[in-house]
């Protein structure tokens, strides 16, 4: 009986998870209502504050969500060869394919205030990616004066960048074709020394 009750409440604390990380993503944090989550989630607007205690628990627990979404699908660190940076790439543009990626554009605004409950969660979100990056290109024949820090910040800068303008204007934007031009411009460093 006790493991049935335990299994239904994590079944309610899913469908909570999945309307908000859908409704953040759709009209942002601050005009996401318990309401709207309620309604979306068909779970009663009482459950979502005994599951996550306020509004501000219930994005930090869809953004810990979220990045256990990325960092699964980034397991695995590619080497620094043409192969890893093709596995690399690949990864990203499946994970931008993903309805929840679309979370992370929605609260980048949302970061950047001063006073937001997700600045420091997504900080460590960006410097997490953007040390994986790091660790990778510490492989690569790299120029002089040119750090794997200094890649890290640019290739992460261009995949954010990307993923906003395709978000923006998908009609616009080739996913696809916009990373293959990343990945021939990174192709150049990938030189045997």
Not at 55 to 64: D, I, M, T, Y
Not at 114 to 132: F, G, K, L, N, W
Not at 178 to 185: I, K, N, P, Q, V
């Amino acid at each position: 009986m006790a493991r049935r009750r335990e299994q239904t409440s994590q079944e309610s604390r899913d469908l909570i998870l999945a309307a908000a990380a859908e409704l953040f993503a759709e009209k942002g944090y601050r005009q996401t209502t318990f309401a709207d989550v309620a309604e979306r989630s068909k779970i009663s607007r009482g459950s979502i504050p005994w599951h996550f205690g306020s509004k501000e628990g219930l994005l930090l627990a869809v953004l810990e969500h979220s990045v256990q979404t990325l960092l699964q699908s980034q397991a695995e660190q590619p080497p620094p060869d043409a192969e890893g940076l093709d596995r690399l790439l690949a990864e990203v543009v499946a994970f931008l394919r993903l309805p929840i990626s679309k979370l992370f554009v929605t609260l980048l605004v949302e970061a950047l205030e001063p006073d937001s409950p997700v600045h420091d969660r997504y900080v460590a979100i960006q410097t997490a990616m953007r040390e994986r990056v790091q660790t990778w290109a510490e492989g690569l024949p790299l120029p002089e004066g040119v750090t794997p820090r200094a890649v890290a910040v640019a290739v992460m800068g261009a995949m954010v960048g990307i993923h906003q303008q395709w978000r923006l204007t998908p009609d616009g934007v080739d996913l696809d074709e916009a990373f293959g031009a990343l990945r021939f411009l990174l192709g150049g460093v990938l030189k045997p020394r």
